[in-house]
Every structure is written in C-alpha cells, then in structure tokens.
C-alpha cells in the first residue's frame, strides 16, 4: 500500500524553527520527484520547495528561499522540511508529495500522484 505519512508541525514562536518528516511506505522514494507544499487558509495550495527525481535539482518559493530546506534520508525512506526563521505568514497545513516526473518538480499541485496526510504549522507569539 502506498502512503506517506508526515509528523512534525505544531505551533512556533516567529523566529523559531521545526522540521517535518515525511516517510513512505510501499515505494521508494528515490523513484520520484518530491515536493512540499502548503495551504493557508482562504488560500490555494502552493508549492514551498522540491526536489526533482534525475538530477536532484531543487526548487524553493522565493517568500522561502534561505529559510526552508528539503532533503531525503533514502536508507529511512523520508523526506524532510526543515525551516527556520519563521514567519507568522508560514502559518499553513503543509503537505508532501511526491511525482513520477523527472524533472521541474515545480509544477501544479496535479502534477503529483501521492500525498501525505499534511501538518498544521502555527506561527505566533
């Protein structure tokens, strides 16, 4: 069965930091493309950052970049969201996902076929 399954999350001073987890089961996931992505409320999902399968090139959102960094452990089958510096605007459910596709992992949500269950962050004093 396939699954991914996220922890991780909670609730955040702004400038604080917390890391997400993302582990799969009933595939490998060095087979495919993986993204984060999140949705605030009121708000369409949108991608955070990525990883494309074939060259491990990576993508982040520019309201992201030097905060938020995503990477894999292949031997535990998991994928990671690690941010810092927090913003109360990075308030959102985030999701993993992941994607047949080899490259430009920063398409439309449609583009990927798996996703975890997503992660409530709250960031406020």
């Known amino acids: 069965q396939v699954q991914l399954v996220q922890s991780g999350g909670g609730l955040v001073q702004p400038g604080g930091s917390l890391r997400l987890s993302c582990a799969a089961s009933g595939f490998t996931l060095e087979d495919y493309s993986i993204g984060w992505f999140r949705q605030a409320p009121g708000k369409e999902r949108e991608m955070v950052t990525c990883?494309?399968?074939?060259?491990?090139?990576?993508y982040s959102a520019d309201s992201v970049k030097g905060r938020f960094t995503i990477s894999r452990d292949n031997a535990k089958n998991t994928v990671y969201l690690q941010m810092i510096s927090l913003k109360p605007e990075d308030t959102a459910v985030y999701y993993c996902?992941?994607?047949?596709?080899?490259?430009?992992?920063?398409?439309?949500?449609?583009?990927?076929?798996?996703w975890g269950q997503g992660s409530q962050v709250t960031v406020s004093s």
């Open positions: 990883t494309s399968k074939s060259d491990g090139s990576t």
């Open positions: 996902a992941v994607g047949r596709f080899g490259y430009y992992c920063n398409g439309p949500p449609y583009n990927y076929d798996y």
